[in-house]
């Protein structure tokens, strides 16, 4: 067994389905709106024809259309737009209601490519006065630790395993998990959101030095930067992630060296997500406090 693998043919004049962006601005409950920007990149938009048109729209649970845009001008292929949503709803581990996001590329009423995206509008606050918030309400993370593994199926991933798992975790009370070690599968990362599982996902349990012979150290130099990109681009627009990890129990976290790793992995998560908070797994508290 293994995570599924698929091979995606495209058109030349394409949407990058990592580079469509969906972040909730704000909520007004009392006015009952909500808006939420849409990022999309399109590639060899120099193929452009100039009567296609890009429609971006959102699609409730119901199948209804709550909001959408018209482009008529990509320009050099970024487009950013605006939807407000009437009536939102909110999505919580109590309520996971999922939203669909699709971005076509049409020419002459015709599909040329499109992307649909299962997401969800919530906001994520975190303050020393209010501590942690989701959709403006202070709670306390309910969380264990899932390791990269289905019990005694190992590594193997099984959608009906993972869905059994999350709803035994969230039988027993618990509202958040932390993906200990690696990279979460998209199989994960959709039951967490249409069971309502909050999740910091984690990148890696090694950096530059060893804890083991074959471990991540090995690839660290060459491999981190692009792996920590790939984890933020998938995974950004899962309702159910509500912060992200650099790392754990590192070893040099204690050290001026590692201070400055943390400073530059946190700065390139939040270049490509400035929405979620961004922490580590510390074990050498008292070192790291007084380095």
């Not at 009567?51 to 729209?57: D, F, T």
């Not at 996001?101 to 975190?126: A, M």
């Not at 984690?202 to 060459?222: H, Q, R, T, V």
């Amino acid at each position: 067994g293994r995570r599924p693998v698929k091979l995606v043919l495209m058109p030349k004049i394409h949407l990058d389905e990592w580079s469509i962006y969906i972040d909730t601005l704000d909520v007004n409950l009392r006015k009952g709106v909500a808006n939420v920007e849409v990022d999309v990149n399109v590639d060899n938009v120099k193929e452009a024809d100039p009567s296609m048109r890009m429609i971006i729209s959102l699609v409730d649970a119901g199948g209804q259309v709550v909001a959408a845009r018209s482009v008529v001008s990509f320009g050099e292929g970024f487009v950013s737009r605006t939807l407000s949503v009437p009536s939102p709803q909110l999505w919580s581990p109590e309520s996971p209601y999922l939203y669909t996001l699709t971005v076509s590329l049409r020419k002459d009423g015709k599909d040329v490519d499109v992307k649909s995206i299962k997401t969800g509008i919530r906001t994520v606050r975190v303050s020393k006065e209010k501590g942690f918030q989701l959709n403006g309400v202070t709670r306390k993370l309910k969380g264990v630790c899932l390791h990269h593994d289905l019990g005694p199926l190992g590594a193997a991933v099984n959608k009906a395993a993972l869905i059994r798992q999350i709803k035994i975790m969230k039988d027993m009370g618990c509202d958040a998990i932390r993906t200990s070690h690696n990279m979460p599968s998209q199989w994960q990362m959709d039951v967490c959101g249409s069971l309502g599982m909050m999740v910091m996902a984690e990148s890696f349990d090694m950096w530059i030095y060893p804890k083991c012979k074959n471990g991540y150290a090995l690839f660290f130099k060459d491999w981190a930067d692009k792996d920590i990109t790939n984890l933020i681009r998938a995974n950004r627009n899962h309702p159910s992630i509500v912060m992200w990890s650099i790392g754990n129990e590192i070893p040099e976290q204690w050290s001026e060296e590692g201070r400055q790793i943390a400073i530059r992995l946190q700065g390139l998560v939040h270049s490509l997500d400035p929405t979620r908070p961004v922490t580590q797994g510390m074990d050498r508290v008292d070192n790291a406090l007084t380095s």
